[in-house]
């Protein structure tokens, strides 16, 4: 098993790259599978969860290929349309093929994605909208059997919560259906809108993507492109915050701070200074931040839930009390009890955790259990004083191409062992 171990206290300066984003890059890959010919995706990174992705594109007969951030997807040999149960539980994310696979071969067959490091993640959305666009879904023993007898047709639908993966896998799956569909209530992460911006390219008629309704006029068939994966909204959230718990200075690049609208206005409450221009970010921290009062996850353009675990270890030094409410996800604060562990001063009930800040953290044994959890910890060791081992370095691997390379570079003490 690898750790990470950091000696805390270091300061940071430099510039420091943001690498393509995770939550853009996975349903990207899924949807090469309704491309005819080549995709060439650039920026995409290299990550556990991208490489799962081209598993399973190389299980369903397309030829993948890797040079250095572009991955490149043939699918003119594709011939299944079944997904690997074990691939299917390496990432859960990876039921947004649904939609692609149903599009492109017109059935599907794959694992319930099941529970998960954040608490159940049902996939009910996903499946009554498919359900209206046409596919026929059988679930059993926890395999879900789909098909889609007369063709997927176009249709009207209203979500009742704006979930990311049930836009994306509505997208996808209409992208190729006759007629119209009219999506409500969709989300509007940047991350849909890049995706549309990407099947637009391939041929797809999409508008309205990163608003809450979408209109797909489908198309008979879509070709290959090539296109550049947006920069990862939360990576650069986690550089700004190593930047604030450890009081310094950074230069992010890379990064596109329109995504990062409500997340600015958070560090520059603790008493950062964001400066944000054309597409980088300078984030200054002083030594001693402040509390912050109420930050909610909501859905975008509200603050992100993958960033909320990233906020907490500059609140947890931070002058003040701090109050965060996780709205999203019902079980997204497993990172507590491990700050904790180093002397942060932490009370939940329910979905509100109170951060009373302390002096300062301590370094300690502890122990990544997700992914935006994980990186927190490697936030806290940065910004404790001593030594911290972060172990399960495996759950952060999964969002971070190499962690401790780029905060290492601009002056953080980490290493893997
Ligand atoms: C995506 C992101 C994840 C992020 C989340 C919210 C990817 C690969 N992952 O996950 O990093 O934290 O958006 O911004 O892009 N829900 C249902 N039924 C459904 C679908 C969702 O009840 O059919 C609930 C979920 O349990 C959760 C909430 O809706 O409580 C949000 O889920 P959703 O927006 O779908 O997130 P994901 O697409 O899974």
Redesign the pocket.
Known sequence: MQRLKIEGGRKLSGEICVHGA??AA??LLAACVLAKGETVLHNCPKLSDSYAALRILSCLGCRCKREGDTAIVNTDALAGFDVPDDLMREMR?SIVFLGAILGRCGRCKLSFPGGCELG???????IKALRKLGAVIKEEYGLLDCEVPSGLRGSRISLS??????TENIILAASTAKGETVIENA?R?P?IADLAGFLNKCGARIKGAGTSRIVIAGVDELFGCEYNVMPDRIVACTYMSAAAVTGSELNIKKVNYHDLTSVIPVFEEMGCTVFPFSDNIYISAKKRLSAVKNVRTM?YPGF???AQAILMPPLCTAQGTSVIVEN???SRYRHIDELCRMGARIKTEGRVAVIEGVKTLYGANVMATDLRGGAALVLAGMGAQGETIVSNVKYIDRGYESIETDLTKVGASIVRI
Do not use: C, M, Q, Y
């Open positions: 995770k939550n996975l349903p994310s159940p993640r049902p996939i009910d959305l996903h919560f704006p979930s990311v993966g049930a989300a992460e991350e859905p992100p839930t993958d999203i996800f019902e």
